[in-house]
C-alpha cells in the first residue's frame, strides 16, 4: 500500500485531540463573536481618557461567548468520537447524537430549563445531521499530495 493510501486510511489525530481542537476552535470563535455582541450592546459611557469600563465589559461578554462556544465544542466532538468508537461507524448519527448532548448540556445548563435543554439540543442534533447527510466538508480530495515543503531544487540566478 502507497503512502496516500495509508495517509487516507489513518486517523489524523486522536480523539482526544480532536475534542481540544474542538473546544480551542469553539473558544476562538466565541471569543470573536462576543467581541461583536459587546458593539451591539450599550457600553459604558467612556469619559474623557477612561475606557477601562468599556474594555472590562467586552472582555467579559468575549470570555462567556468563548467558554460557552468552547463547551459546545468539545462536547459535540468528545460525544461524536464516543459514539463513534463504540458503533464502528462514520455516518450522521455520531453528529446528531453529538449535537444533541451538547445543546441539551451545555446549553441547558445556561437556560436553567429542560424545555430549552430539549429544544437546543433538537436544534443542534438537527443541524449537524442535515449537515452530515448533505455531505457538506471543508475538504475535498482531489487525489493529490500536498507537502509543506518543495521537492524540486531551486535554480540559483546569477
Same mark, same amino acid.
Given at each position: 500500500?502507497?503512502?496516500?493510501?495509508?495517509?487516507? /486510511?489513518?486517523?489524523?489525530?486522536?480523539?482526544?485531540?480532536?475534542?481540544?481542537? #474542538? &473546544?480551542?476552535? +469553539? @473558544?476562538? =470563535? !466565541?471569543?470573536?463573536?462576543?467581541?461583536?455582541?459587546?458593539?451591539?450592546?450599550?457600553?459604558?459611557?467612556?469619559?474623557?481618557?477612561?475606557?477601562?469600563?468599556?474594555?472590562?465589559?467586552?472582555?467579559?461578554?468575549?470570555?462567556?461567548?468563548?467558554?460557552?462556544?468552547?463547551?459546545?465544542?468539545?462536547?459535540?466532538?468528545?460525544?461524536?468520537? /464516543?459514539?463513534?468508537?463504540?458503533?464502528?461507524?462514520?455516518?450522521?448519527?455520531? #453528529? &446528531?447524537?453529538? +449535537? @444533541?448532548? =451538547? !445543546?441539551?448540556?451545555?446549553?441547558?445548563?445556561?437556560?436553567?430549563?429542560?424545555?430549552?435543554?430539549?429544544?437546543?439540543?433538537?436544534?443542534?442534533?438537527?443541524?449537524?445531521?442535515?449537515?452530515?447527510?448533505?455531505?457538506?466538508?471543508?475538504?475535498?480530495?482531489?487525489?493529490?499530495?500536498?507537502?509543506?515543503?518543495?521537492?524540486?531544487?531551486?535554480?540559483?540566478?546569477?
Amino acid at each position: 500500500m502507497d503512502p496516500a493510501e495509508r495517509r487516507y /486510511l489513518e486517523e489524523e489525530d486522536s480523539p482526544l485531540m480532536k475534542t481540544i481542537k #474542538g &473546544a480551542t476552535t +469553539g @473558544f476562538a =470563535a !466565541g471569543s470573536i463573536f462576543g467581541t461583536i455582541a459587546a458593539t451591539w450592546y450599550d457600553v459604558p459611557r467612556v469619559e474623557r481618557s477612561v475606557a477601562l469600563p468599556g474594555l472590562i465589559r467586552t472582555l467579559k461578554m468575549m470570555g462567556n461567548y468563548g467558554v460557552t462556544f468552547a463547551a459546545i465544542g468539545g462536547v459535540y466532538i468528545g460525544v461524536d468520537q /464516543l459514539v463513534q468508537h463504540y458503533r464502528m461507524k462514520r455516518d450522521f448519527v455520531n #453528529g &446528531a447524537v453529538g +449535537g @444533541f448532548v =451538547a !445543546g441539551a448540556t451545555v446549553l441547558g445548563f445556561k437556560g436553567r430549563s429542560i424545555k430549552t435543554a430539549i429544544s437546543a439540543g433538537s436544534a443542534l442534533a438537527v443541524t449537524s445531521a442535515l449537515i452530515d447527510a448533505g455531505g457538506q466538508t471543508t475538504r475535498i480530495d482531489n487525489g493529490k499530495e500536498y507537502y509543506p515543503y518543495t521537492t524540486k531544487k531551486r535554480t540559483t540566478v546569477d
